[in-house]
Structure formats: C-alpha cells, structure tokens
C-alpha cells in the first residue's frame, strides 16, 4: 500500500513540475512566469519529497527531505518577490497592467 501511495505522490508532483514548466513556456509576461515558476514546482517538489519519504527506511532517512521542503518553502516565494521587484524597478512591468500596485509608487 505504501508503495503505491508513493509511486501516486511521485507522479503526482512530477505533473505539477511539469505543468509548471509548461506554464513558463506559454506565459506571456514576467509576471505570470514566476507565478509558474513558484507555486506549481513548489507544490511539485513537496509532493516529490512525499512520495520518497514514505519510502525511506527510517525517520532519520527521511528527516534531510523535511528539512529540503521547509528550504524550499522559505527560498521560493522570496526569489519570486525579488525578482518581480526589481523587474518593476527596472520598469519592466507594465505598470499600467497591474490591477493593483501595492508599492506606492503609481502615478
């Protein structure tokens, strides 16, 4: 049973990579991209990590796993706010397409 679990886990997060590449791939702008580039191969890996650690032989196997996802829950959505950042600093972005700007710096 667990084997299974795994291999659905496995192929699950492998979907989500993928989906996430393709969304980088057919995405027309900056923004979009880093959405596609974030959420799903966040979402992808944690499934990933799932899935080999119900296959690991022991907890202390599986500990560097939890360890990798928390890494990639903190790095993620920060490289993500970076980049957008400094794109919208470089005006890069299209202002005017924002249906928000939280930044304070509209006109």
């Not at 980088?24 to 880093?34: E, G, N, Q, V």
């Not at 992808?44 to 599986?62: C, E, K």
């Not at 829950?73 to 950042?85: E, F, K, N, Y």
């Amino acid at each position: 049973m667990t084997a299974a679990v795994s291999a659905v886990l496995l192929l699950a997060g492998a979907a989500f990579c993928a989906v996430g590449a393709l969304g980088m791939l057919r995405f027309p702008d900056l923004l979009t991209r880093l959405h596609a580039a974030t959420k799903p191969q966040t979402i992808g890996l944690l499934l990933v990590l799932a899935g080999v650690a119900l296959r690991a032989d022991s907890v202390t196997a599986a500990a560097p796993l939890l360890l990798v996802a928390v890494f990639q829950l903190i790095t993620a959505p920060v490289t993500a706010q970076t980049i957008a950042g400094a794109a919208y600093r470089a005006g890069v972005i299209d202002r005017a397409a924002l249906a928000l700007d939280e930044t304070g710096r509209a006109t």
